[in-house]
């Protein structure tokens, strides 16, 4: 890679709050990802190959994870599901440990039976952490070529932020002592998330994906197949992310994970240039939020390009390129902060331990 870490500090602990676990032709309740990731298979003893393990190698222990929901038809089966193959996993030898220490459930604020919902998933964890409903949405859903996720086809065209019933669906998640991670477009941030959220000051909000600032840089490759040379960012882009973390980080209940840094920058890998701009971005936001409310996650499902660029990019870091990268963006900070960034904020937020 073109730069590693320069600094002797590994961390001893970390935490990765938002990765996923999919079997979508063999799980009745993943019928929608299975239309768009067919028979795609991520399990326990994947990320124990990809994540846990590399990491120990290197002298970093994952104290434990979260696992995010993957747009499952039902939240409560695929809660069950996870937990299920956790309990099974650690049965199966005396060297496995069932690390997923919360959840992130799914749950569609605006359902008439929200609350019911919620009890379930209440009842079929103790480790119920927090809810998701993925919201990018700026128009109907163009197929990847806008910052509509394919999410939203399950109301599609439709920005669920705005409407009247997902808040009063909000507004029920203090109720069970849930957190709510808000994935968003960066206009969404500026023209709703702000206000709404400001409503709610002691429910507790993680921004997924840095905020999701969309191909700063362009794509990664141009159409002739070679490496995009482009290095001017998308200053525009820039403007609205910044007025909508800007407006979020001045509530003091939202934080951030900093994660899929390859949407942000498809084949960041790739070159320096890259690279840099990344560092800046992710420096900048730390900036915003202070390290007590930001969160590295290595958002790990099926490999690490997809991990990285959510299918933009066929290239991306495994889990200890990302963390040597995250180890050079970080460079210059307290090792408490680095404390922070790896492992206390997660921690505290999902109160994990």
Request: charged share 20%.
């Amino acid at each position: 890679s073109s730069s590693s870490s320069s600094s002797s500090y590994y961390p001893k602990e970390v935490i990765d709050p938002h990765h996923h676990f999919l079997d979508t032709a063999n799980q009745p309740f993943q019928t929608f990802m299975n239309k768009f990731a067919t028979n795609v298979t991520y399990l326990p003893e994947d990320y124990t190959r990809d994540v846990i393990e590399p990491l120990a190698k290197v002298g970093v222990k994952m104290i434990g994870t979260v696992h995010v929901e993957a747009m499952p038809d039902n939240g409560v089966q695929e809660v069950a599901w996870v937990e299920q193959m956790m309990v099974t996993m650690e049965g199966s030898s005396s060297g496995n440990i069932n690390y997923v220490k919360g959840y992130v459930a799914s749950a569609n604020l605006t359902d008439d039976t929200i609350e019911q919902q919620l009890q379930q998933l209440v009842g079929t964890t103790s480790k119920l952490r927090g809810i998701r409903w993925i919201l990018d949405c700026v128009g109907k859903f163009e197929n990847g070529t806008t910052a509509t996720h394919v999410a939203t086809t399950r109301h599609d065209g439709i920005d669920l932020l705005k409407s009247p019933r997902f808040e009063q669906g909000l507004a029920l998640l203090e109720k069970y002592n849930l957190s709510f991670d808000l994935q968003c477009a960066p206009i969404q941030l500026v023209e709703t998330a702000a206000a709404l959220f400001g409503k709610y000051p002691s429910l507790q909000v993680c921004i997924d994906h840095l905020g999701k600032p969309r191909t700063i840089l362009g794509n990664d490759l141009l159409d002739d197949g070679s490496v995009n040379p482009n290095v001017t960012v998308d200053e525009a882009e820039l403007k609205v992310w910044r007025e909508g973390m800007t407006a979020m980080a001045k509530l003091p209940n939202v934080h951030v994970k900093l994660s899929m840094l390859g949407y942000t920058c498809p084949g960041w890998m790739r070159t320096k240039e890259r690279q840099e701009v990344l560092k800046s971005l992710v420096r900048e936001t730390i900036e915003l939020f202070g390290a007590n409310r930001c969160m590295v996650a290595w958002n790990w499902h099926v490999n690490g390009a997809v991990s990285d660029a959510d299918n933009m990019s066929q290239v991306g870091p495994d889990a200890v390129e990302l963390l040597d990268k995250f180890l050079w963006f970080f460079e210059g900070y307290s090792d408490e902060d680095k404390d922070r960034l790896f492992a206390g904020t997660a921690k505290e937020f999902y109160r994990i331990g």
